[in-house]
Nanobody, 131 residues
Framework: QLQLAESGGGLVQAGGSLKLSCVAS????????MAWFRQAPGKEREFVAA????????YYADSVKGRFTVSRDNAKATVYLQMNNLKSDDTAVYYC????????????????????????WGQGTQVTVSS
């Protein structure tokens, strides 16, 4: 069974940077597109970014475009989220998740945004941005 584990969260001042990692383990026989979501206190979990397995296509929420970069190293079964110019609104628990249906996204098949379209999920890593 595929398992995901996030790391790299922490406390950072506004304007600073963090790099999150998501390592896949277990039965990594399926080559999935992957996504990052986040959940701030009192708010619903929301889409942050997604990346295809083969073609490297990336997608971002408007709120993080130009500041966050998603990447992956398939040889290491790891997906990354580089977060720059962090703001207090970025404070949240960040989760990575696998898309069980699709390997790649593209213009005709953009990434889904619903939580139910992703499985499994990691346990999350806390990111706190102090102003």
């Amino acid at each position: 069974q595929l398992q995901l584990a996030e790391s790299g969260g922490g406390l950072v001042q506004a304007g600073g940077s963090l790099k999150l990692s998501c390592v896949a383990s277990g039965r990594y026989s399926s080559r999935n597109a992957m996504a990052w979501f986040r959940q701030a206190p009192g708010k619903e979990r929301e889409f942050v970014a997604a990346i295809s397995y083969d073609n490297g296509n990336t997608y971002y929420a408007d709120s993080v475009k130009g500041r966050f970069t998603v990447s992956r190293d398939n040889a290491k079964a790891t997906v990354y989220l580089q977060m720059n110019n962090l703001k207090s609104d970025d404070t949240a628990v960040y989760y990575c998740a696998a898309d069980p249906k699709y390997r790649d996204y593209g213009p005709l098949r953009p990434p889904p945004k619903a939580l139910a379209d992703f499985d499994p999920w990691g346990q999350g890593t806390q990111v706190t941005v102090s102003s």
